[in-house]
Nanobody
Framework: QVQLVESGGGLVQTGGSLRLSCAAS????????MAWFRQAPGREREMVAA????????HYADSVKGRFTISRDNAKNTVYLQVNSLKPEDTAVYYC?????????????????????WGQGTQVTVSS
C-alpha cells in the first residue's frame, strides 16, 4: 500500500505562485507514474498534469499549459507541481495520484480511473 501526502496549498492572489508537493511512502515510487488532479465545488475531478515513472514524459491540461510544471524526485519519493500565474478558476482541492503500472506504459495516463492511490488533497484558493 502506498500513502500519498500533499502539502503546499494555500490562499494566494491572482497572478501568484505556489509549489505543491506530494510525498509518497514505499519503495516502489520510482516505478509509478504520477499525476495531479483537481476538483472544484460542483465540478468533476480533472487531470491537471501527469508525469511518467522516470520523468521523461509529461502531460498537461490545456487550461494550465505554460503556467504549471510537474516534476519528480525519485530519490526523495516526491512529486511536485509548480503553479504560476494563478487565476481564480484554479481554485480547487488538488490531489496527488499514483499509477502502480506506470513503468509498463508508454506515456502517463490522463484519466482518474488509471490511478490506484490517492492523497487526501490540498486546498488552493486564488483570490481576485
Amino acid at each position: 500500500q502506498v500513502q500519498l501526502v500533499e502539502s503546499g496549498g494555500g490562499l494566494v492572489q491572482t497572478g501568484g505562485s505556489l509549489r505543491l508537493s506530494c510525498a509518497a511512502s514505499g519503495r516502489t515510487f520510482s516505478s509509478y507514474a504520477m499525476a495531479w488532479f483537481r476538483q472544484a465545488p460542483g465540478r468533476e475531478r480533472e487531470m491537471v498534469a501527469a508525469i511518467s515513472w522516470n520523468g521523461g514524459k509529461t502531460h498537461y491540461a490545456d487550461s494550465v499549459k505554460g503556467r504549471f510544471t510537474i516534476s519528480r524526485d525519485n530519490a526523495k519519493n516526491t512529486v511536485y507541481l509548480q503553479v504560476n500565474s494563478l487565476k481564480p478558476e484554479d481554485t480547487a482541492v488538488y490531489y496527488c495520484a499514483a499509477d502502480k503500472f506506470g513503468d509498463l506504459r508508454i506515456a502517463p495516463m490522463t484519466t482518474s480511473t488509471a490511478y490506484d492511490y490517492w492523497g487526501q488533497g490540498t486546498q488552493v484558493t486564488v483570490s481576485s
